[in-house]
């Protein structure tokens, strides 16, 4: 179950992009992995449904939050963007009211519905380690 109303980050993206701040790598992935270049651009992306097929992962504490003793939870999902599997995680920082995005680039899961097909119609073999 996720800590966050994804519409309600979805809706401060569009209404007030002040209050949302892609924090670390985020933005330098977004760049490399979808070619979104500014924070407009992400925030625009996400206000405006790019990511589709959204599938909440799961709930986990920010584990580098630089004030341990009021934890902050990341809600993280992932979704499609033309063939591109993704991957955006946020959190919402109560006392300051912001939105951070810690989070966006291509998934670490690989997608093997392609894969799996061709096994299944005996075009591809199983690996041997499987």
């Not at 007030?16 to 992935?29: C, H, R, S, Y």
């Not at 504490?61 to 993704?86: C, H, Q, R, T």
Request: glycine content about 6%; charged content about 30%; proline content about 5%.
């Amino acid at each position: 179950m996720p800590n966050y109303s994804y519409e309600e980050f979805r809706q401060a993206c569009d209404e007030t992009p002040e209050n949302v701040i892609p924090i670390g790598d985020t933005l330098k992935n977004a760049e490399g992995d979808f070619q979104i270049r500014t924070k407009s651009e992400l925030l625009n992306f996400i206000s405006d449904g790019g990511p589709e097929n959204l599938k909440f992962v799961n709930t986990k504490v920010w584990e580098k939050n630089p004030s341990p003793n009021s934890p902050i939870m990341v809600d993280a999902y992932e979704f499609k963007s033309l063939s591109k599997l993704g991957y955006l995680a946020f959190m919402r920082n109560e006392k300051s009211g912001k939105w951070l995005i810690k989070s966006f680039h291509l998934s670490t899961n690989r997608n093997t519905t392609m894969e799996d097909a061709l096994k299944r119609a005996g075009i591809k073999k199983e690996d041997q380690n499987e």
